[in-house]
Every structure is written in C-alpha cells, then in structure tokens.
C-alpha cells in the first residue's frame, strides 16, 4: 500500500499533461498506463491546430511540415472545393515521439511512471492496479481519469460518461517528398464514413489516410470502408506505401464535454471528459486546455485541504460554450446518403458557403477557457 496525492491513470497527452503540472507544484504522482510503450497502440492522428501551436511548447522537431491548403470532396471526388489560408493551420505530430518528450518531462517534474500497469477499480478509500509484479492497491488523495473515451474511472467515480461515439480507424505511412503543397483532404461520403468523414492529411513526409463513423451505420465494417476508401484516395499521387503501414483506430468522444466531470474523490480529463470537437473530432487542443485547468484546480485543493475546490471543474458551465458546435455535428449526423451529401456541396461552392468552411477550418475559436 502506497500513499499519494494524485494517481493520474492513462499516460496520453492528457494525463502526461496534468501529472507533469501537478508535479511542479510539489504534489506526489503516479501515472499509469497499461501500455507497456508509449510509443505503440495510438488512437490519434495527431493534428494540431495553430492555437495549440500558438500556445502551447511542442518540441519542434515532432512536428511536421505546416499544412495551409484543406480540399472538401463530395462523393465520387469530382468538382472538390479548395481553401487555402495565409496562415500555418495545421500540423502533424510525431505521437510516439511527443509522447516519450512528454514522458521525459513528467519525469525529471517528480513524477513517478509504470508503464505496464492497468488500473483494475476502486476498493474502498484505495485503487487498484495491475503490473508487471502483480496486483497493487495505492492511497490517493485524487484520481483522474485520462483512460480514453470508454473511462473505467469515470464508471468508479459515477461521473458522466461518454454514449455518442465515433469509430475511426487510418493507415500512417511514408510518402516521397516533393509531390505538391502540404495538403488535409477531406472527404464527405455517408457510404464511407456515415455521420463523419474520409481523410487524407498528406504533409509531404507522411500520409494519413483514414475514415471514421458512426459504428452501427458502416454497411460492410470499419475496415472494409477503410480498404475501400484507400484504393482510391485522393492526395497521394504515385505514393505507394513505402515500407512500414502503422494502423490505428479507436472510439472518438462526440457527444461535446460531459457535464459532471469532476466529484471530491476526482475528475477526468481528454477523451475520458468527451473533451473533444463534437464537429471536427479534433481533441488534442481541448485536452491540453482541460488538463491544465484539471491541474489548477487540483493543486488548490491540495494546498488547501478544501476537496470543496472541485466544485470548479464544471463540465456544464463550459458545454453551454458549444451549442453551435453540438447543432453543426447533428446536421451532419443526419448527411445519410451520397445525394445528400451531393446536395451540401451545392451551398459549399457558394460565397456563403465557403466563408463557412473557412470559418470551421481556419477560425481562431479553440476550446473555451474555463
């Protein structure tokens, strides 16, 4: 039995996040991930927007190329719509490479890491883990939960949980370099990706290529859409999969920030909190935001000795920031057939229209500061 402030489970950008701020401040933690590397089974394809850019110390050389030009298709990819900004809108990260720089940092903060270790439930005032040497219960004054968009924690703390889910799945490989500008295609087809879209982000070094819905609504399966989509994808002109495909898939949050994410024994954070883009699936920005407000209310009811401080984390006063957002995912849960989808493009091409998606894809609006 050991006894700490803080047992942060899930070693994401959200957890590493959160224990390393918590750690500068002097507090005890333990961070758990029941991978045994960080640098294998990711979920994410690892865009980030220019506010996360702007704000937050990325190492540099994780990232790659800026990416300024985004490609809208309809179904069959004919007449697509083109937007280029006259700023650096995205970049890709090197997850496995972040998050071991991650690692190394929550490290030399203090904070205690066991890779290999699977947090197994609550029993009574203590938690449960399992690793490599078997099982372990720990004392901790707080839990957080940055276990994923299907959070164990949040099941043990009675929390909100996540119920509207994407399904996403993508092929990462290298391409030759010198084939065009950096590039985000996307690609808006119910029969691939029902409720959500197809991908390329092609930045001149690696192609992503992915697809992701709603997991009852894919006719013949994930893969069998992501073996479709890839035969034909646009974005990759002569790029053959040179060498290694890395695969990756997971559940994605949709349903916006989650009301109750926070109680005196805890809160969540990321996925865990449905902090992530009901519209655009992006969860990187909010994640790093969410956990850095975690960290500040944790570290005063630490200081303190006032488990009242929680109170702050409130997932409902910050939802109300996303109704726009949360309208826009439900207009586009209901694009169920290619005519449809088809029809949209129409008011796309539009002046109205491609001011809109300019707005969506190149906006300054992340999200919402607590």
């Known amino acids: 039995m050991s006894d700490l402030d803080v047992l942060v489970v ?9 224990a390393t701020l918590l750690a500068r401040r002097g507090h005890d933690v333990l961070l758990v991930d029941r991978r045994p590397t960080l640098a294998g089974a990711i979920r994410t394809t690892g865009i980030f927007v220019r ?3 702007d704000d937050f110390p990325l190492p540099e050389d994780c990232l790659g190329p800026p990416i300024r030009r985004v490609v809208l298709y309809p179904p069959g990819l004919r007449r697509p719509v083109t937007l280029v900004s006259g700023r650096d809108e995205y970049r890709v990260g090197d997850m496995a490479g972040l998050y071991t720089a991650a690692a190394h940092a929550a490290a030399d903060a203090g904070v205690r890491i066991a ?3 699977r947090y197994t439930g609550r029993r009574a005032d203590a938690f449960a883990l399992y690793g490599p040497d078997g099982p372990v219960e720990v004392r901790a004054r707080f839990v957080v939960g940055a276990d994923g968009a299907r959070s164990r924690v949040a099941r043990d703390l009675r929390l909100d949980r996540n119920r509207h889910l994407l399904v996403g799945a993508e092929e990462v490989f290298a391409v030759p370099a010198g084939q065009g500008p950096p590039t985000f295609h996307c690609v808006l087809d119910p029969s691939l990706a029902p409720g959500y879209l197809a991908w390329v982000v092609n930045d ?14 894919f006719p013949g399966g994930l893969r069998q859409a992501l073996h479709r989509f890839a035969a034909s994808a646009p974005g990759l002109p002569g790029a053959d999969r040179l060498g290694q495909v890395e695969r990756r898939g997971g559940p994605i949050p949709v349903g916006g920030l989650l009301r109750r994410i926070g ?15 009901p519209l655009t699936a992006g969860g990187l920005d909010p994640c790093l935001r969410l956990s850095a407000h975690a960290a500040d209310v944790l570290d005063e009811a630490l200081r303190t000795g006032r488990r009242e401080a929680v109170r702050r984390y409130d997932g409902a006063a910050l939802r109300a920031r996303f109704r726009g957002r949360m309208t826009l995912r439900r207009g586009l849960a209901q694009v169920r057939t290619p005519a449809v989808a088809a029809a949209a493009f129409t008011l796309l091409r539009t002046p109205i229209g491609r001011a809109a998606a300019r707005g969506v894809l190149f906006g300054d609006r992340s999200f919402p500061n607590p």
Request: hydrophobic share 40%.
């Open 10 to 18: 899930g070693a994401g950008l959200a957890g590493l996040h959160t």
């Open 51 to 53: 506010r996360t850019l």
């Open 115 to 117: 890779l290999g270790t």
């Open 204 to 217: 001149g070094r690696h192609a992503h290529v992915g697809v992701a819905g709603y997991p009852d609504r």
């Open 263 to 277: 109680c005196s024994d805890g809160l969540l954070v990321g996925d865990a909190a449905g902090a992530v883009s």
